[in-house]
């Protein structure tokens, strides 16, 4: 079972940020927690992943509370190529350990 | 990136398939998942250095290899009905070689429709 919950789905203003939220109350230590999309039909795309800092690339920005009890996924200029449904996992970094991927979010950016 | 073939399949109930995948360069891991619609992406097995290293709550009849170019297959025997859905292949990088992480990166996916 996935250890995260997620709202099943959001919408956003197009050129808003776009703050996608889940909950994993149980993580533990040494849970990684990782964001992916899937643009309909297609392979999910990595995001973004981290442990207990937050982190920013060029895609997004991950903010993980100090307990690590929940997280927040933005998208700091939402477009209307960022419709996608986005999965929050927590995984521990071991080979053979799969991600468990929950049902997502589906965001709606809207124009 | 990482590669599938085919794009689109259609067999029969009771047929066979082998799905094929190119992993990422320089990845020696992967994975392979199956995506019903509506559904996210439920893990079948995981290959690492040509061994089976981890499997899903799949049947026996879900096999697969990995070659020493890191290229992959998966088999699946006696198709039924419900094995409609969209197979995912994942790669990833050797841990220690990336700040020590496994993140995985997919492939487009085969779309395989059994009637």
């Known amino acids: 079972d996935a250890k995260t919950t997620q709202p099943p789905s959001m919408d956003c203003a197009e050129g808003r940020a776009a703050n996608l939220p889940c909950n994993h109350s149980t993580i533990s230590g040494n849970e990684y927690v990782y964001w992916y999309r899937q643009i309909h039909s297609q392979g999910p795309q990595y995001i973004i992943h981290g442990l207990k800092n937050n982190e920013t690339n060029e895609m997004a920005s991950l903010i993980i509370t100090e307990d690590r009890k929940s997280s927040t996924l933005i998208l700091p200029h939402a477009t209307l190529r960022d419709t996608a449904v986005y999965y929050c996992?927590?995984?521990?970094?071991?080979?053979?350990?799969?991600?468990?991927f929950g049902p997502g979010t589906r965001l709606s950016v809207l124009p | 990136g990482v590669t599938q073939s085919p794009t689109h399949l259609i067999k029969t109930r009771g047929q066979q398939v082998t799905l094929r995948c190119s992993s990422q360069?320089?990845?020696?891991?992967v994975s392979w998942y199956q995506q019903a619609l509506g559904q996210g992406p439920q893990f079948i097995f995981q290959y690492y250095r040509e061994e089976e290293n981890g499997r899903g709550n799949f049947p026996p009849r879900f096999s697969g290899l990995q070659f020493p170019n890191d290229s992959s297959e998966l088999n699946v025997n006696a198709l039924e009905l419900d094995d409609s859905a969209l197979y995912l292949c994942?790669?990833?990088?050797?841990?220690?070689?990336?700040?020590?992480?496994?993140?995985?990166?997919f492939g487009p996916g085969t779309r395989l429709t059994v009637l």
């Open positions: 994942a790669s990833s990088l050797p841990l220690g070689s990336a700040g020590g992480t496994d993140t995985q990166y």
């Open positions: 996992i927590v995984r521990v970094n071991n080979y053979g350990q799969n991600f468990v």
């Open positions: 360069s320089g990845h020696n891991t």
